[in-house]
């Protein structure tokens, strides 16, 4: 996947996207406290936030450099 900044709300927004879920990195909504935060709500199925769940989680040890 694309690697952006390290442990960034775009690189864990990209690498989810990659995935196929779609979230908003804080950037959008303040321009003075995005690059803190990843945007995320749900409107879809329990196993489809079960799936986000499992990807995110992943995804952040893999930006954080852990294999957990």
């Not at 690498?15 to 908003?24: E, G, I, N, S």
């Not at 799936?51 to 040890?61: L, R, S, V």
């Amino acid at each position: 996947f694309r690697r952006v900044l390290f442990r960034s709300p775009l690189a864990i927004s990209e690498y989810l996207l990659d995935r196929k879920v779609f979230t908003r990195e804080g950037s959008y909504t303040s321009k003075d406290f995005g690059h803190r935060y990843l945007r995320v709500s749900f409107s879809i199925p329990p196993s489809d936030i079960e799936y986000f769940a499992k990807i995110f989680i992943e995804g952040m040890n893999i930006l954080h450099g852990s294999s957990k």
